[in-house]
């Protein structure tokens, strides 16, 4: 910020030696003058692509800030959903343990359990279902 404040500091000075300039009476002639930019005039230019320059830096920075938070969400999801997968499984092998493959119940899921790769994954399906 110090060489923004320096060119500041300029571009005041500058403007201030130039204001008398303005009051004075201009002698009136026939055809327009044209004269090329004034050393204020490309302070200016060149200030104004500096501050642009930095805009565009920090909604580079923000878009990556934001890009980078929403990479950690979606793997803090993913961590989530296998957390209670793996829970959901340690549920499923209990449930499992524990059905008696005579009862009604445990007649009923062998035939539920014929359309999946594994009875675990049925009884997953089937615990989910039942939340």
């Known amino acids: 910020?110090?060489?923004?404040?320096?060119?500041?500091?300029?571009?005041?000075?500058?403007?201030?030696e130039q204001k008398p300039e303005l009051h004075s009476p201009q002698p009136?002639?026939?055809?327009?003058?044209?004269?090329?930019?004034?050393?204020?005039?490309?302070?200016?230019?060149s200030l104004l692509a500096?501050?642009?320059?930095?805009f565009e830096?920090?909604?580079l920075a923000e878009k990556l800030q934001r890009?980078?938070?929403?990479?950690?969400?979606?793997?803090?999801?993913e961590q989530l959903k296998a957390k209670k997968l793996e829970a959901l499984k340690n549920q499923a092998k209990d449930w499992l343990a524990k059905l008696d493959p005579l009862s009604s119940?445990?007649?009923?899921?062998?035939?539920f359990a014929e359309g999946y790769p594994s009875k675990l994954?049925?009884?997953?399906?089937?615990?989910?279902?039942?939340?």
């Open 57 to 59: 830096q920090q909604d």
């Open 28 to 45: 009136t002639s026939a055809k327009p003058v044209s004269k090329p930019p004034s050393k204020s005039e490309s302070l200016i230019d």
């Open 105 to 111: 119940e445990g007649l009923w899921f062998e035939r």
């Open 121 to 131: 994954e049925a009884t997953i399906e089937y615990l989910q279902t039942n939340e």
């Open 50 to 54: 500096e501050v642009k320059a930095d």
């Open 67 to 77: 890009q980078q938070e929403l990479e950690q969400e979606q793997i803090r999801q």
């Open 1 to 16: 910020m110090d060489s923004m404040d320096k060119l500041l500091a300029e571009l005041k000075a500058e403007y201030e």
